[in-house]
């Protein structure tokens, strides 16, 4: 679906606490080191018509 929006102004964040049983279940080892953290407030976002990608 197309859309248009400014950029995300992203900012820092720490994760304090966080239950993530999917990983171990699934035996897969996740990479190191850790993803940083973001978020964002958020943007503004139109969207238009769904069009078939081929």
Do not use: I
Not at 5 to 15: G, I, R, T, Y
Not at 31 to 45: F, K
């Amino acid at each position: 679906m197309p859309n248009e929006h400014a950029p995300w102004p992203l900012q820092a964040a720490e994760v304090v606490e966080l239950a993530d049983d999917l990983l171990g279940a699934s035996g897969v080892t996740a990479a190191e080191p850790p993803l940083r953290a973001l978020w964002s407030p958020g943007v503004a976002t139109r969207f238009g018509r769904p069009t078939r990608v081929v």
